[in-house]
T-cell receptor, first 113, second 116 residues
Framework: KQEVTQIPAALSVPEGENLVLNCSFT??????LQWFRQDPGKGLTSLLLIQSSQREQTSGRLNASLDKSSGRSTLYIAASQPGDSATYLCAVSGETSGSRLTFGEGTQLTVNP | GAVVSQHPSWVICKSGTSVKIECRSL??????MFWYRQFPKQSLMLMATSNEGSKATYEQGVEKDKFLINHASLTLSTLTVTSAHPEDSSFYICSAGTSGWVETQYFGPGTRLLVL
């Protein structure tokens, strides 16, 4: 059974800092990995999707990397802003289960002005 | 494009009543819809997967007679929580998948259920 772990569970940083969120998964047989953002009481916003054959994806100040063989992904946020405050969720899609997503428990990020 | 809506966004009900939550794909046809549940400070847990016109596939530990899922069309799926109890209070999120072997899922804004 796939398990996804995110570290740290919570992170508080001053505005402007670069930061890294970590995600690990136990079964490396994945089709893709996604990073989502969730604001309090809201649904999910997809940030980045990395196919299993890719090593990284970038969107603006966000960069996600994937090391499939070691079961790890990182989300790098450059020059953090208060508006980045949210919970960031990592999810993997398994090869054998099609599009079923397994989520980590998230990292709650607070960026202080 | 690829917008998914949920209705209602908030619902408060008495214990023992049934609650229906709708999930709609507004600008695309969803071959598959997924229902997730999220408890406070926890991640999303997949409850069931439904394909249009067929019975939903429930995850282990999810009672299919309690959480009724209907996927009547390619743009609408409903989740009915029957005889709701306080422990069913949670945030319910649906997602809609487009066609393809590994579908891209688009998530709805969620429905907060509070059972008194």
């Amino acid at each position: 059974k796939q398990e996804v772990t995110q570290i740290p569970a919570a992170l508080s940083v001053p505005e402007g800092e670069n930061l890294v969120l970590n995600c690990s998964f136990t079964d490396s047989a994945i089709y893709n990995l996604q990073w989502f953002r969730q604001d309090p009481g809201k649904g999910l916003t997809s940030l980045l999707l990395i196919q299993s054959s890719q090593r990284e994806q970038t969107s603006g100040r966000l960069n996600a990397s994937l090391d499939k063989s070691s079961g790890r992904s990182t989300l790098y946020i450059a020059a953090s802003q208060p508006g980045d405050s949210a919970t960031y969720l990592c999810a993997v899609s398994g090869e054998t289960s099609g599009s079923r997503l397994t989520f980590g428990e998230g990292t709650q990020l607070t960026v202080n002005p | 494009g690829a917008v998914v809506s949920q209705h209602p966004s908030w619902v408060i009900c008495k214990s023992g009543t049934s609650v229906k939550i709708e999930c709609r794909s507004l600008d695309f046809q969803a071959t598959t819809m997924f229902w997730y549940r999220q408890f406070p400070k926890q991640s999303l847990m997949l409850m069931a997967t439904s394909n249009e016109g067929s019975k939903a596939t429930y995850e282990q530990g999810v009672e299919k007679d309690k959480f009724l899922i209907n996927h009547a069309s390619l743009t609408l799926s409903t989740l009915t929580v029957t005889s709701a109890h306080p422990e069913d209070s949670s945030f319910y999120i649906c997602s809609a998948g487009t066609s393809g072997w590994v579908e891209t899922q688009y998530f709805g804004p969620g429905t907060r259920l509070l059972v008194l």
